[in-house]
């Protein structure tokens, strides 16, 4: 049975796959949430590649948001990998950055909920503010979670956001895939959500009717039933 990696995005940490990761181990599949460091979208893949390299065996790899873009990158070319699981994820193709695709269609208010500051290691990184978390990331959860979520939020470098998908062979193209998504999501818009599981031509596309972008925590039956599908 393959073993399920989760890997979790910009403004979130691996505890938001909690729900998620119950309902697989109940299931009997092996669970590791991974904790994406956020710096660059090579340097968080090749990371994300050493963890399944350390599973030695089949592998489920399972992205939210910009954790989308790490699974692309991390699965090319890499025959441990059984099938992908975009959750209100990003499914890039060569050259795309996450904000490319957050732009290419209208819905995204983000960029206006983001605080943005300087960091020792050069550039600048990406919080969001804490009287718009709630209402940007995570609508449908209750408001004491949403709390808590802000302040466990990991931040994200903008080089991690605005560098283009560096591999010639994104994953999609030759892995199965699923996508499981919120129509309430306003981080990504629903209708790049829509372009994006229609492109990779995936096996199985869930879409949840009110829905936020926070949706392994707000959803995590639909999340998981999704995963189990891609694991069989």
């Given at each position: 049975?393959?073993?399920?990696l989760l890997v979790h995005g910009a403004f979130a940490e691996s505890a938001s796959w909690n729900g998620v990761a119950e309902r697989l181990?109940?299931?009997?599949h092996d669970v590791v949430a991974v904790a994406n460091p956020l710096r660059s979208l090579a340097g968080d893949a090749a990371y994300v590649?050493d963890v399944i390299a350390s599973i030695g065996g089949p592998v489920v790899l399972a992205g939210h948001s910009y954790g989308g873009m ?163």
């Amino acid at each position: 049975m393959a073993t399920v990696l989760l890997v979790h995005g910009a403004f979130a940490e691996s505890a938001s796959w909690n729900g998620v990761a119950e309902r697989l181990t109940a299931a009997g599949h092996d669970v590791v949430a991974v904790a994406n460091p956020l710096r660059s979208l090579a340097g968080d893949a090749a990371y994300v590649r050493d963890v399944i390299a350390s599973i030695g065996g089949p592998v489920v790899l399972a992205g939210h948001s910009y954790g989308g873009m790490v699974i692309t990158e991390a699965a090319a070319g890499n025959d441990a990998v059984t099938a992908l699981v975009y959750v209100c994820a990003f499914a890039p193709d060569t050259g795309e950055s996450a904000f490319d695709l957050s732009t290419k269609f209208p819905g995204s208010t983000l960029g206006d909920a983001l605080a943005a500051y300087p960091v020792s290691t050069g550039g600048n990184e990406f919080a969001i503010r804490k009287d718009a978390f709630h209402h940007q990331f995570a609508a449908d959860v209750a408001a004491e979670q949403a709390a808590l979520m802000y302040a466990t939020q990991r931040p994200v470098t903008q080089a991690a956001l605005s560098t283009g998908l560096p591999t010639d062979q994104p994953a999609w193209k030759s892995i199965p895939s699923w996508f499981v998504f919120g129509d309430q999501d306003i981080n990504i818009p629903v209708a790049l959500h829509r372009f994006v599981a229609e492109r990779a031509s995936a096996r199985g596309v869930r879409e949840i009717a009110g829905a936020s972008h926070a949706l392994s925590v707000s959803r995590p039956d639909a999340v998981a039933e999704t995963i189990l599908e891609a694991a069989k």
